[in-house]
């Protein structure tokens, strides 16, 4: 079973249609509920983006520090700030910003109708009522949160990077508008973008598929092609086109697995803090035995639009650190049987596991 986006508006322009949308949930929940938006920080200061929202006097504007990806200490201190400020349950919880944000507004979303901690729902479909209504504002394209499922959050005190996986998780409505996306930074917006592209790739690679998320997929390869092999990958149309991509990808893994890539990301986000999508990049970088295609293609696309990557982000480590990179990459079965079978610790040893994250 698969639940997808209740609906959505797509195109230029289209966040002028975000107040309508507000609107009909006032509505619809009767009296005069307050609006909840949960607005990444980079947006703070920018009136002319702001009034756009149409919030109300008593709505809460509640900006999201996405520096640092979601941890579940912080979505529960944000909670409990925000039910302080609440007088009801909202109408509405509108996220607006890159995943962070987005993942933030589902998480907030599912506790103030669930209670708890957010560490309780980490796993899968422990949400046990529906989470607020909630809508979807991406201003950075790749991850496909505003299409998943899940929220991703690091438990610091376990070390578990999960999201609370349930049906409840899912927006109910979305606005994709690709001028928002017209002032990220070149560098971020590639490796988001790329984010979008490898998860497919992996499902495309992996055993666990079928039809409609290989469909996904294909058309999310296709797209982000289009995108990252054109003169401007940040055209108007290459925005709108990446932002497309983002959705059906988020689509597409929701219906099947990733691969070797994102298990060595996880690696490096929670050994070296790295962040997700960067940490994506650096990975396939230095899996070119199992990707060979893919590789080639990444850096051809690197080359084009003229980014760079870090390098040597895991030279002169630890050997307690090496250790970690492999127990944090090899915990992920579910993606490394998909890409390389039940056996999948006869291929990566954890020797053969270290040289690849010497190469990065
Ligand atoms: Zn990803």
Redesign the pocket.
Known sequence: MVRNVGGFTVGRGSLDRLPAFVDARRKAVGGTPQVLFLVDSFFAGNQTIIERFGAQADDIIRFVDATNEPTTDGIDAITNEIRGRLRDTPATVVGFGGGTTMDTAKAVSNLLTNGGRAADYQGWDLVKVPGVHKIAVPTIS???SEATRTCVMTNAASGLKLGMNSDYTVFDQMVLDPDLTATVPRNQYFYTGM??Y??CIEALGGSYRNAVGDAYSRETVNLCRQVFHADDMMSVEAREQLMVASYLGGCA?ATSY?GVV?PF?AGLSVVLGLH??IA?CIALNALDEFYPNEHAEFNAMMKKQNVTLPTGVCANLSREQYQRLVESTVVHARPLTNALGPDFRSILTDERVIDIFKKM
């Open positions: 790749g991850t496909g984010d979008a490898i998860h893994i990733v994102h990301s997700h999508c994506n």
